[in-house]
T-cell receptor, first 111, second 117 residues
Framework: QQQVKQSPQSLIVQKGGISIINCAYENTAFDYFPWYQQFPGKGPALLIAIRPDVSEKKEGRFTISFNKSAKQFSLHIMDSQPGDSATYFCAAAGNNRKLIWGLGTSLAVNP | GAGVSQTPSNKVTEKGKYVELRCDPISGHTALYWYRQSLGQGPEFLIYFQGTGAADDSGLPNDRFFAVRPEGSVSTLKIQRTERGDSAVYLC???????????????FGQGTRLTVV
């Protein structure tokens, strides 16, 4: 049973476009929702994270939108660049501190 | 060191052998996590240390897997009687948080790619 469901599995976007990745979670005890970026052969790196007391958080070109009632959150990458091509993971954690991960989205940004 | 360091970066072993995977966390980080990532999947939680003690080992798949952190810094993940299904990238992360109330950023190493043949 996948506690964090991520979609789409893969995404192709033109340079300058907006990339949107969605996640949904089951456990209402989750209170921390990070997004990670992973390049081949590297460990995941934190992009941006949000807590359920806010509905949106923006850092540079990256924005998280959070809908607590729907138990959904999404990552928006504005002005997508070829260097953004990577695998993106959403995750969720509660007080027990262990991250539960989505299955990942492979993003390709065409020049 | 500047980041989380994992050694070796690659390990090939024969089925049935014993392996040890090492993680050097960021200096001063009290929390340390082990995850396992299979090809095309998200990381899967294995175990979490707070200081020297395993605070949560609920993700260890069976008793062939064991991890230690004797001095609260370096951690070793030990796998006995390896099986082909153990092949994956084993990721280590550390975090500076020492409270249960808030999650802070977990910094990941580059992982150890384990291949059991």
């Amino acid at each position: 049973q996948q506690q964090v469901k991520q979609s789409p599995q893969s995404l192709i976007v033109q340079k300058g476009g907006i990339s949107i990745i969605n996640c949904a979670y089951e456990n209402t005890a989750f209170d921390y929702f990070p997004w990670y970026q992973q390049f081949p052969g590297k460990g995941p790196a934190l992009l941006i994270a949000i807590r359920p007391d806010v509905s949106e958080k923006k850092e540079g070109r990256f924005t998280i939108s959070f809908n607590k009632s729907a138990k959904q959150f999404s990552l928006h990458i504005m002005d997508s660049q070829p260097g953004d091509s990577a695998t993106y993971f959403c995750a969720a954690a509660g007080n027990n501190r262990k991250l539960i991960w989505g299955l990942g989205t492979s993003l390709a940004v065409n020049p | 060191g500047a980041g989380v360091s994992q050694t070796p970066s690659n390990k090939v072993t024969e089925k049935g052998k014993y392996v040890e995977l090492r993680c050097d966390p960021i200096s001063g980080h009290t929390a340390l996590y082990w995850y396992r990532q299979s090809l095309g999947q998200g990381p899967e939680f294995l175990i979490y240390f707070q200081g020297t003690g395993a605070a949560d080992d609920s993700g260890l798949p069976n008793d062939r897997f064991f991890a230690v952190r004797p001095e609260g810094s370096v951690s070793t993940l030990k796998i006995q009687r390896t099986e082909r299904g153990d092949s994956a990238v084993y990721l280590c992360a550390s975090s500076s948080s020492n409270t249960r109330e808030r999650n802070t950023e977990a910094f990941f190493g580059q992982g150890t790619r384990l291949t059991v043949v």
